[in-house]
């Protein structure tokens, strides 16, 4: 299968990394600071990714739809939150390279998918909040041109079929963010895909 699936791995473990850079930036005092997500501090929205992670484990291994919502907010940081990341990044990786799993058909809260499109949207959902966490710390805030391409142009196929997406009308905004305001004529491409996704990427906009 091509388009929006190709290379799922490696853009996932890309994102990954992305979203790791950031996390070692982050300070002592830095954990309680807001974020453009503004129902998370910092240390939440790293809670968010490392729960997230693993949360796409048990789906693959049988878990439903119900049980990703339960354990949606657990704490998945302890002590460690670099740490506890970064072994959620590896077992996430571990479960979708496991023979047959990213055929599988996962039982996701937005609907049925299989578990290539739903790497895809775990993919997508890493590199946005990189963006955020970045935007909180104050770190750069650039992110990787392949990816953001990548999300870009295959961003209907990657939510296609889902009950909610940040590029449907009739989305709640539940699960993904309104976008607001203008953006520029001459906005980058990543300003753009970020304004799809909810965010404010530029000042006063």
Known sequence: MGGAFDMLMDRFLLAGAEFEARLREVRPEQWAWPTPC??????????????GNL????????????????????DALGTDPVGAYLRSVEECAE?????G??????????????????????????????????????????LDAGLVAWIDDSLEEIYAGLSETPV???????????PGGTLAHDASRQDRLLHRMGRRPQPGV
């Open 38 to 51: 503004t129902e998370w501090n910092v240390r939440q929205l790293v809670n968010h990714m490392t729960a």
């Open 55 to 74: 949360n796409y484990v048990r789906l693959v291994q049988g878990a439903t739809r119900a049980e990703f919502l339960r354990l949606r907010d657990a």
């Open 95 to 99: 479960a979708f390279a496991a023979p």
């Open 101 to 142: 799993a990213l055929d599988r058909v996962l039982d996701y809260p937005l609907g049925k998918v299989t578990g290539r499109q739903a790497l895809a949207v775990r993919t997508t959902d890493s590199t946005v909040h990189t963006w955020d966490l970045a935007r909180a710390i104050g770190a750069d805030d650039r």
């Open 168 to 178: 449907a009308a009739e989305t709640t905004h539940r699960f993904f963010a309104a």
